[in-house]
């Protein structure tokens, strides 16, 4: 089966850059998005199909894709960005999410 | 604004059906560009796609293999909802169940969630 992996953790400092990524087997052929999901909360998407990014979600989200691997890019984090980030990509007849990176802004 | 509210029961016990609807507001499950979804998330399992169902001149559904002998996800036009059913379930079926509408590109709105617990 085709999984999608992802650092359980990143930590990051208020103004700083967080880079978080999902790998797959050539997970640069296929459209990724990603998801922040705040405890008690539904999943938000904030980027899709790789480096789109939805109505009202700020610049600073933005996100690549290449080879094996996808990357979703926070710039000057704010404390607010304190969330998971799920990627999530399609296989055939199948959807995939990748196990979550929790971000942490101290 | 798309908008999809969730409702069922909260405890299910094991081997029973677990049944969830979903109401929608702001499109409709007819539409020809989206495809209505349920998907779970456990600790142990994470998110979990659990299948569709959309319409291109005729209604179908697509299902996990994971859970594909025991779902049924179906539209109900007249009240523009569709629905989760999910029998034979055991305790490893205890998730928060979510709602969302995937529109070919992402999985842009989602219900509010329901926690669903499977007693044994």
């Known amino acids: 089966s085709y999984d999608l992996t992802q650092t359980p953790s990143v930590s990051v400092s208020p103004g700083q850059t967080a880079s978080i990524t999902c790998s797959g087997d050539?997970?640069?052929?296929?459209?990724v998005s990603w998801y922040q999901q705040k405890p008690g909360q539904s999943p938000v998407v904030v980027v899709y199909q790789d480096d789109k990014r939805p109505s009202g979600i700020p610049e600073r989200f933005s996100g690549s894709s290449s080879g094996n691997t996808a990357t979703l890019t926070i710039s000057a984090t704010q404390e607010m960005d304190e969330a998971d980030y799920f990627c999530q990509a399609w296989d055939t007849n199948n959807v995939l999410f990748g196990g979550g990176t929790k971000l942490t802004v101290l | 604004q798309v908008r999809l509210q969730q409702s069922g029961p909260g405890l299910v016990k094991s081997s029973q059906t677990l049944s969830l609807t979903c109401v929608i507001s702001g499109d409709t499950v007819s539409s020809i560009s989206a495809a209505w979804t349920w998907i779970r998330q456990s600790p142990s399992r994470g998110l979990e796609w659990l299948g569709k169902t959309y319409y291109r001149s005729s209604w179908y559904s697509d299902y996990a293999e994971s859970v594909k002998s025991r779902i049924s996800i179906n539209p109900d036009t007249s009240k523009n909802q569709f629905s989760l059913h999910l029998n034979s379930v055991t305790p490893e079926d205890t998730a928060v169940y979510y709602c969302a509408r995937d529109s070919g590109l992402s999985f842009d709105f989602w219900g509010q969630g329901n926690l669903v617990t499977v007693s044994s």
């Open positions: 050539k997970l640069g052929n296929r459209y």
